[in-house]
T-cell receptor
Framework: DQQVKQNSPSLSVQEGRISILNCDYT??????FLWYKKYPAEGPTFLIS?????DKNEDGRFTVFLNKSAKHLSLHIVPSQPGDSAVYFC????????????FGTGTRLTIIP | GAVVSQHPSWVICKSGTSVKIECRSL??????MFWYRQFPKQSLMLMAT?????????EQGVEKDKFLINHASLTLSTLTVTSAHPEDSSFYIC????????????FGDGTRLSIL
């Protein structure tokens, strides 16, 4: 039962353009969402998060959008840079008490110079 | 800030050996740490939640006698894979959370465990 899904296993984007990574979830108890970036043989690096009281959070080149009614979130990276090439995981957690993160399956982003 | 250190980064050992992996929060105290496992090209799966001074909480399907977790201090949690077998070969990652709710988990760099 995959409660957090990233339906695109891979994505290629030209350098300088916008990268949009998508994530869908099924559990309506999820209230806190995060994006992590991961290189091979390394642990995930936290990028940006959003709680359900917001629909948008921005940090530099990274913006996360949350559509609770659609149970959908997306990560926008603009402009995309070669160093952004990595696997991106979205993760979700209930806000109160339970801190467990449920991860999506990941999207491999490749930025083409 | 929020640095999580994991050691060792890579272990190769014979079947039947027990292997201990350490997870340390270097610049903050973590009452709760988490242990994940990742198989190739798959997502991170939570194995257990490690609570300082108390027993770990294991996810369904994870053998607590196989994967021993000790969280003896606010900066150190250990995962011991007992009597490891080839099917235990995987990438193990720990994380710790800074502060209270609405704070992200920060991850160590993981441990690649290969059982021959």
């Amino acid at each position: 039962d995959q409660q957090v899904k990233q339906n695109s296993p891979s994505l290629s984007v030209q350098e300088g353009r916008i990268s949009i990574l998508n994530c869908d979830y099924t559990n309506s108890m999820f209230d806190y969402f995060l994006w992590y970036k991961k290189y091979p043989a390394e642990g995930p690096t936290f990028l940006i998060s959003i709680s359900s009281i917001k629909d948008k959070n921005e940090d530099g080149r990274f913006t996360v959008f949350l559509n609770k009614s659609a149970k959908h979130l997306s990560l926008h990276i603009v402009p995309s840079q070669p160093g952004d090439s990595a696997v991106y995981f979205c993760a979700a957690s209930p806000l109160r008490g339970n801190e467990k993160l449920t991860f999506g399956t990941g999207t491999r982003l490749t930025i083409i110079p | 800030g929020a640095v999580v250190s994991q050691h060792p980064s890579w272990v190769i050992c014979k079947s039947g050996t027990s292997v201990k992996i350490e997870c340390r929060s270097l610049d903050f105290q973590a009452t709760t740490m988490f242990w994940y496992r990742q198989f190739p090209k798959q997502s991170l799966m939570l194995m257990a939640t490690s609570n300082e001074g108390s027993k770990a909480t294991y996810e369904q399907g994870v053998e607590k006698d196989k994967f021993l977790i000790n969280h003896a201090s606010l900066t150190l949690s250990t995962l011991t894979v007992t009597s490891a077998h080839p099917e235990d070969s995987s990438f193990y990652i720990c994380s710790a959370r800074v502060g209270q709710n609405n704070q992200p988990q920060h991850f160590g760099d993981g441990t690649r465990l290969s059982i021959l």
